[in-house]
């Protein structure tokens, strides 16, 4: 898989600028994420695909920093910057159990416009738990022990920060994002037309590869399964 340190060296590479303030990462990552954010939403939109990821959240009982053993609601706690849920904007199916307990474990949580329950529900192993999608916060039916969560959904890919961080979003990622840096070089920095065109070509050429590639491992495909099962054969980031 391709890293961000794999992409800063292609582009300073290419550029020729090794050695220059160019190499400086408070100038080349803000880039070099917009171009991967970019390329993202390009994949999303052009294949009609989503990138989606299963989220495992343990012992999620202190999702709203509380302290007693009253349950919890809001995973909004899990959605912010560097949590788990971070860049969740679409759930899809969720799973619970008691803390600590095996994977077989897991029973499915049902989607509902609004929770049934504003007091902690009493645990039971056989307790239905339900979850909703309000206001891009995910909320969960509170229950009165500590359990653990499961939450599979569509994702916007993570930002790149550290060198050993991947580019989830496709194996040959490096050539868009590599190709789309140096033209946001090009045009906003250095004013130079031709070197943004000719990176825009290589860029756009590259991107329109990877979306044939998905188009073609989606034809045939004509439903999205779901099941206590699939969930766990299918952990990390996968378009579908």
């Given at each position: 898989?391709?890293?961000?340190f794999?992409?800063?060296?292609?582009?300073?590479?290419?550029?020729?600028e090794e050695n220059?303030?160019?190499?400086n990462?408070s100038?080349?990552?803000p880039?070099?994420?917009?171009a991967?954010?970019?390329?993202?939403?390009?994949i999303?939109r052009?294949?009609g695909?989503n990138?989606?990821?299963?989220?495992?959240?343990?012992?999620?009982l202190?999702a709203?920093?509380?302290?007693?053993?009253?349950?919890?609601n809001?995973?909004a706690?899990?959605?912010?910057k560097g949590?788990?849920?971070?860049g969740?904007?679409?759930?899809?199916?969720?799973?619970?159990?008691p803390a600590g307990?095996?994977e077989?474990?897991?029973?499915?949580?049902y989607e509902?416009?609004?929770l049934?329950f504003?007091t902690?529900?009493?645990?039971?192993?056989?307790?239905q738990?339900?979850?909703?999608w309000?206001?891009?916060?995910?909320f969960?039916?509170?229950i009165?022990?500590?359990i653990d969560?499961l939450i599979?959904?569509r994702?916007?890919p993570?930002p790149l920060?550290?060198?050993?961080d991947?580019?989830?979003i496709?194996t040959?990622?490096e050539?868009?994002v590599?190709?789309?840096?140096?033209?946001?070089?090009?045009?906003?920095?250095?004013?130079n037309?031709?070197m943004?065109?000719?990176a825009?070509?290589?860029?756009?050429?590259?991107?329109?590869?990877?979306?044939a590639?998905l188009?073609r491992?989606?034809?045939?495909?004509?439903?999205r399964?779901?099941?206590?099962s699939?969930h766990?054969?299918r952990r990390?980031?996968?378009?579908?």
């Open positions: 898989m391709n890293t961000l794999d992409v800063k060296q292609s582009v300073l590479s290419l550029m020729g220059s303030g160019t190499a990462d100038y080349l990552v880039k070099i994420n917009f991967y954010k970019t390329q993202s939403l390009y999303k052009a294949t695909t990138l989606e990821q299963v989220v495992e959240i343990p012992n999620a202190d709203n920093s509380n302290n007693t053993n009253q349950g919890l809001s995973l706690q899990f959605q912010q949590k788990p849920l971070y969740l904007y679409e759930p899809l199916y969720l799973w619970w159990k307990a095996p077989r474990a897991y029973i499915e949580c509902k416009k609004t049934p504003s902690p529900l009493i645990y039971s192993p056989t307790q738990m339900y979850f909703t309000r206001a891009s916060q995910l969960v039916t509170p009165s022990a500590p969560l599979d959904g994702f916007n993570p920060v550290k060198n050993e991947v580019l989830v496709d040959d990622a050539i868009p590599t190709t789309g840096t140096i033209a946001l070089i090009g045009a906003f920095d250095r004013g037309q031709a943004e065109q000719s825009l070509t290589l860029c756009e050429a590259a991107a329109d590869d990877i979306v590639k188009i491992q989606k034809q045939g495909y004509t439903a399964a779901g099941s206590n699939w766990r054969e990390g980031w996968f378009w579908c």
